[in-house]
DNA sequence: CCATCATAGTGAGTATGCTCAGCTTCCATG
DNA sequence: CATGGAAGCTGAGCATACTCACTATGATGG
């Protein structure tokens, strides 16, 4: 797991940033991952269970995934087991016989707001040596970022490009 | 997929800077993904080839894991799929029956060298609109991040701390 | 030589993400 | 009302990542 900077060196790629991107984000979610976990909450499971303690009303599946921006298929999954573990409750819509509505239990809303406090917690640990300005750097950067691969992807038409 | 803006504005978490971290690596990784798979390659599988490729010599899988920064046991699915298709080959070490020696096919090699040029490609066009500047401060902002989710994680006793 | 511990790799199981196919249901149009 | 297409969700299956437990082998000490 220590990917030894040495070996980095000599078998990185020739821009080694775009993989300095990757193996910081998977390491800063492991370990969110892992405080988050020592209470029944993760990663993706909180920002599921976030989207839908503020949304303040039920939600139906593939509104839910928009919000958090996941795939529909991948909200079932997550959904699944939130639901498997008494967080959420999924119960028909009144007058869309496809959708579900989705609300949180009161367990759900529990558990939202200590996985709330551990993320807070962890991501102050994780990025509290970063100043206001250098926070603002990083933001600007990632963002740069995500609008070339949106262009790029999404089609040369002017994607969204939200700054 | 596009996660809406104003969604993450009213969804996102007090800190969205992280979320920002996570979205973006996650869409860059898409990205880079669907250049490669054009051509049987992906990152994770890049990865491999290319730490066998610079290598030089065969690597047993503990070696080859380390060196590429996964777990064990993901080295193990990796080259699964790569043997699979022709791309490695494990060879049962001569004097340690324990181990196995794993060497790129000419076809692997192959798959390599045009993987690296998808790769650059896409990259170039993900961060190409970074400056010089710019990706060193993008570079030293994760460095910071790594550094204080290692310390944080691996024991405050001074854990590697690569630059 | 053999008991014991360590190391190498993988099987089993889980989590998170995806696409594609398929079912059910809705709606618009004739 | 019927019908065809769109929408909502999930089943099936894959990729990438992990941990834990296990087997097989190596190495070491009595």
Redesign the pocket.
Known sequence: ?AEDPAARQRFGSSDALVDEL?VTT?RLR?FV?GRLREHGA????L?TLRVLALAGEPL??????EY??????????????LERDGLVE?VR?P???????LTLTEEGARCHREAEELDRAALAAATGALSGAEREQLRALLGRIRAAVDVDAGGAGGADEDD
């Open positions: 797991m990757f998977q492991a991952d993760s990663v993706a499971r920002r139906r599946m593939r509104d839910l995934a958090v921006g996941n795939a529909p298929r991948t909200t079932t999954t997550i959904v699944d087991s999924r819509h007058s869309d016989r496809r959708a579900f509505l």
